[in-house]
């Protein structure tokens, strides 16, 4: 990367919406403050930065691209989402690396099973690496064969989309309820797993080949009594003035025997590998006996400085600008031009 290079900020930029809950806008919109950081971040490190956002069509966003050389710049992607789905996201880094542009982050093909909770968890399975046992429902009717409390997720959402206290449920009445809801509102099929009791923590990793891990942040719960209640729901990670906003104690480092620390880092190492993500990557667990238990894995974790990934990196050590420094670096590396 020579000193003329120029870093294109790639971000979503939705401002149309066509299922899920009103006040979940705020999720979607927010990758656009975090570019600003990005933008902010590596013009300090001393490249030209430009701001680019992804909306419109991909052949509309393929055009906007093909004014730039491929060997001048580089694209540093962070598109959560595409025309307001979390579906589409996979479709940017596919046209990326269509269009012959080198760029931060998983490839469409990794992206694409990350943001399909069914595929990613498939894969695990086949890797060996432990995940909540499910089963997929796209109407309500059945009974889910595994043990209650389950956890109904729509199946290809994130930023906890469609998680609400209603999620978590003990029976079959509430389970239909549940599904009819997610398959409505959401317009695809529910995800239904086993809700895993116990503590939930969440990795940072970066790395290609030799993946290291930053220091393990947990959502504590303990002053939530009810153990159906004690999950991230959309409010608590959104919504300030929720019970769950104001009660979950956020910890970094997790406070972990060596012997659990190092099975979580493991499980989360595993997880990176089976769904063969690039330069970065958020693991989140349920550890419970002993077992972490892999439920998401984010192929882009949300970058604001307020957020797990940079925190984390603060805590080890790390600002936001070498963070982002560090990213760039692992993608230059991997492409050969370092
Ligand atoms: N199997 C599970 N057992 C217990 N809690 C779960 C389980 N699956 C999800 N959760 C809770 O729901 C939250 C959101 O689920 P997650 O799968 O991470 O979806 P998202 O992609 O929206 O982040 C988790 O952070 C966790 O608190
Ligand atoms: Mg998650």
């Known amino acids: 990367v020579e000193e003329e290079s120029l870093i294109l900020i ?23 403050t975090v570019a600003d950081h990005l933008n902010a971040a590596v013009t300090k490190l001393g490249y030209h930065a430009e701001l680019v956002p992804a909306n419109g069509t991909i052949a509309s966003l393929r055009r906007k691209l093909d004014k730039y050389s491929r060997d001048r710049a580089f694209i540093f992607n962070n598109c959560d989402g595409f ?24 490839t469409g093909e990794a992206t694409a099973l990350c943001t399909n909770k069914k595929r990613c968890k498939k894969r695990l399975i086949e890797c060996g690496v432990p995940t909540p046992r499910f089963q997929l429902f796209s109407k309500p009717k059945g009974d889910f064969k595994y043990d209650y409390p389950a956890i109904i997720k729509p ?28 398959v409505e509102r959401y317009q695809q099929p529910a995800l239904v797993e086993e809700y895993i009791i116990g503590r939930e923590l969440s990795v940072s990793l ?22 159906l209640e004690q999950l991230l729901t959309f409010d608590s990670k959104w919504n300030p003035d929720s019970y769950l906003y104001q009660t979950i104690i956020w910890r970094c480092p997790a406070p972990l025997a060596p012997e659990d620390d190092r099975r979580v880092r493991e499980a989360a190492i595993a997880a990176y590998k089976a769904v063969g993500l690039r330069d970065i990557g958020r693991v989140d667990i349920r550890y419970r006996d002993g077992i972490a238990y892999v439920i998401d894995i984010n192929e882009l974790p949300d970058l604001s400085p307020e957020s797990g990934f940079p925190r984390s990196a603060q805590i080890g050590g790390i600002s936001y600008e070498q963070m982002v420094g560090r990213i760039l670096d692992l993608s230059f590396h991997r492409e050969g031009l370092r």
């Open 83 to 106: 025309g307001g789905k979390n579906i589409n996201a996979s479709r940017v880094p596919a046209l990326l690396g269509r269009m012959g542009f080198k760029f931060t982050g998983s």
């Open 206 to 227: 970066w790395g290609n080949g030799e993946v290291t891990t930053l220091p393990i942040v947990e959502e504590d719960y303990s002053k939530v009594e009810n153990p």
């Open 10 to 32: 790639l971000y979503s930029q939705d401002d149309t919406m066509d299922h899920g809950a009103p006040q979940e806008m705020i999720a979607f919109q927010y990758t656009a």
């Open 155 to 182: 199946v290809v959402e994130d930023a906890s989309m469609g998680i609400d206290l209603e999620s978590v449920v003990s029976n079959m009445e509430q389970l239909h309820k549940r599904i009819a809801y997610v």
